[in-house]
């Protein structure tokens, strides 16, 4: 019997035991196709050498060196990296070891900065009621998914929620995608009125949303409004790129696409590919010089902060996806991949929508395609599918997520950015044989 405590406590999971490419296979040899790298994590496949090879290197060296004695030359390549090609006005890095920590360290960060500007009325947080930004106390208050906070209410912070941009319900039919984008930004203004600007902190979005909703890219012009509101009364712009960020769209840096500065940058999953927990938060050198100028000390930190081999991974990982071409692949594998979705369901009864930028992409499943009804939550929908597709030989990430107050079901799919053309065939083929076997079961 295994004493491991898993998500599901009634699941019996297969053993793991090796990985080559987009593929990960168990000691009896059955093999599955990763077409969501694990969770939006696995951007260069299993087993590259390149990054097991550096990861070795730096055990060999040195494993760990505490942050607050010590940089380490990874850590230190890794920053320039990132900084090097992030969108103007970040200028340093803060390196943790995953997402939620990433998000954490974001909201203390911002709200410090405030304190530390002497406006300590700025206490209220904005986000999205259609967003997942981590698990942890103060991500979870951050997120709006409405399942997964219940539970956990009493023990959050207050953080409001506006109306995510989310056209193919939102949108009206009458509207220019433009006009919606604008729309759906202005709940942001409206929401920083009731609150009064001066005792606002900033918002957080996640520029393509993963996780609560399947990929959905935001409205042509959105995060334009959303600067422009943010700048008008001051407010700091968080951006969460822990799963659609490091190349996963097709940019290094989703929000490259929407042509938009954050003030603080989130990223995690795919920087370390896997291969070591990592993850970074990117801030503005006003916000750094502000706290260098001031306490000069950020008041918060981990044993694992900036861990040399978590950086010494990360590196690798960055240097593969420049040197080997990747973000050009990622833009004409999505576009396949998205051209083998429509092909395959566009005309599917129970496919509302399929949507997404480069690798990330999503489905959402609806009841009915005329009204968008989606399905009774009580068939579980997500959960048959990523069983059916599990013993079809197929690794993708069917979720849940909220639907104007009820829960409807999507896909997310994130294959490693090596994915190759047969391998899109395969995957839509097999997600094809799940979907219908958890449709008829
Ligand atoms: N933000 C986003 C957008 C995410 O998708 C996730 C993970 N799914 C997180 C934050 C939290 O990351 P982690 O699970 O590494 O803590």
Redesign the pocket.
């Known amino acids: 019997m295994s004493h491991v405590f898993p998500r599901h406590c009634h699941a019996d999971l297969p053993a793991a035991t090796g990985g080559a490419g987009c593929y990960i296979h168990d000691a009896a040899g059955r093999r599955w196709l990763d077409g969501s790298g694990g969770?939006a994590v696995s951007c260069l496949g299993h087993g590259d050498r390149a990054v097991l090879d550096a990861i070795k290197a730096q055990l060999d060296a040195l494993a760990y060196a505490h942050t607050g004695f010590f940089t380490s030359e990874p850590a230190e390549a890794l920053a320039d990296h990132l900084i090097a090609r992030a969108p103007e006005g970040l200028e340093r890095v803060y390196f943790v070891s995953?997402?939620?920590?990433a998000?954490e360290a974001a909201l203390k960060l911002a709200r410090q900065y405030w304190v530390e500007r002497g406006e300590p009325d700025r206490r209220h947080l904005i986000a999205r009621r259609q967003s997942?930004?981590?698990?942890t106390l103060g991500?979870l208050a951050a997120g709006g998914n409405e399942w997964r906070r219940a539970q956990f209410s009493p023990l959050l912070i207050d953080v409001r929620h506006i109306a995510p941009c989310y056209a193919y319900r939102d949108q009206r039919p009458d509207e220019r995608a433009e006009d919606y984008g604008r729309r759906a930004a202005d709940e942001l203004e409206a929401e920083v009125q009731r609150l009064g600007p001066e005792n606002v902190i900033g918002f957080i979005a996640?520029p393509v949303v993963?996780?609560t909703a399947g990929a959905v890219p935001p409205a042509p012009g959105y995060f334009a409004r959303i600067r422009e509101i943010c700048d008008r009364h001051g407010l700091l712009l968080i951006l969460?790129e822990?799963?659609c960020g490091m190349g996963r769209t097709g940019t290094l840096y989703a929000c490259e696409q929407d042509g938009i500065r954050p003030d603080i940058l989130c990223m995690?999953?795919g920087l370390g590919a896997g291969y070591q927990p990592i993850?970074a938060m990117l801030c503005s050198g006003t916000i750094y010089d502000t706290i260098r100028d001031g306490s000069g000390f950020f008041q918060h930190g981990h044993t694992y902060q900036g861990h040399p081999t978590a950086a010494a991974c990360g590196l690798a990982v960055v240097q593969a996806i420049e040197e080997r071409g990747l973000l050009d692949r990622v833009q004409t594998q999505g576009a396949r991949l998205q051209a083998a979705l429509e092909d395959r369901f566009g005309q599917h009864p129970h496919v509302g929508d399929i949507r997404g930028r480069g690798l990330f992409r999503g489905l959402e499943l609806v009841e009915d395609r005329e009204t968008k009804a989606p399905f009774d939550p009580a068939r579980r929908i997500a959960a048959r599918i990523k069983s059916t597709c599990f013993d079809g030989g197929l690794v993708c990430y069917p979720m849940p997520g909220t639907i104007d107050g009820k829960r409807g079901d999507h896909v997310l799919l994130a294959p490693p950015y090596i994915i190759s053309d047969t391998e899109i065939d395969e995957l839509v083929d097999k997600l094809a044989a799940g979907i219908e076997a958890a449709l008829s079961a």
Not at 98 to 101: F, H, K, L, N, V
């Open positions: 969770a995953g997402g939620s920590e998000i997942y930004h981590g698990n991500a996640e993963g996780a969460d822990v799963m995690a999953k993850g």
